[in-house]
């Protein structure tokens, strides 16, 4: 247990001081919240306002990102440097220093969630139960998992530069299609019917809806469940299939 603290230590250091992660995860979403409440102030999206759906979406957005580029980039990077088959010498496993990367970007992710709820909850004034906040912090926090495999799938690839472009492509996929940077409501209706499906529109829906009606729909955990097992299998495959 005592390396992977450590490790968790060591990592959590790293990112708080990685200047992609502060602008891209953090910065950027912010600036766009700012953005686009001022622009829809006063609006709504179905039964709820429109500053706080955008807070879920941004947040979400923010997780997916983080998750996605930012993790995946790096256990990639971190598996093409020589200094990785010097570590597994020490008293830390294969297993144990992955898990201890997995528990600290869950941590970061408790951070943003935070960051975001806190900040903004303090700025708009927003009138909702702490319970509603702690079942929607929840629930965003479980679903990251789910970007998490996603950016370890993207890592399993051989380039650097094509686990790049394929995050960027996919973060942007998910960002505009799955309803984060707008409504999906404002996209032609064969947009929609693709966006529908995309994790990303799956993961803040269920969040929207706690918002909405205080309840999660049975169907969202599966899809997503369904998602993280297509993901997991694809990196078990691919593991096996560079070893062999």
Request: proline share 3%; charged share 10%.
């Amino acid at each position: 247990m005592k390396p992977i603290m450590l490790t968790v230590s060591m990592e959590s250091k790293r990112m708080l001081k990685d200047k992609y992660f502060l602008v891209f995860s953090l910065l950027l979403p912010f600036v766009l919240y700012s953005l686009f409440t001022y622009i829809n102030r006063g609006q709504a999206i179905g039964q709820i306002d429109f500053d706080y759906y955008f807070l879920i979406s941004m947040t979400c957005y923010s997780l997916v990102v983080t998750s996605v580029q930012t993790f995946g980039i790096q256990i990639m990077y971190d598996r093409k440097q020589t200094w990785m088959a010097y570590l597994f010498t020490h008293p830390i496993s294969a297993a144990q220093y992955f898990a201890a990367r997995m528990i600290t970007q869950l941590l970061l992710n408790t951070l943003i969630i935070a960051f975001f709820f806190f900040i903004s909850n303090a700025w708009k004034q927003f009138d909702r139960p702490l319970g509603e906040w702690l079942v929607i912090s929840l629930w965003l926090l479980m679903g990251s998992i789910l970007f998490l495999a996603i950016g370890i799938l993207i890592a399993q690839t051989k380039k650097l530069q094509t686990a790049s472009v394929t995050a960027n492509i996919l973060v942007l996929t998910f960002a505009i299609l799955g309803g984060l940077w707008m409504p999906l409501e404002t996209f032609p209706n064969w947009v929609q019917a693709i966006g529908e499906w995309l994790p990303s529109h799956i993961y803040a829906q269920g969040a929207w809806r706690i918002a909405a009606t205080g309840s999660l729909a049975f169907s969202n955990i599966i899809l997503l469940v369904c998602y993280f097992l297509v993901s997991f299998i694809g990196v078990v495959f691919l593991q096996y299939k560079q070893r062999s």
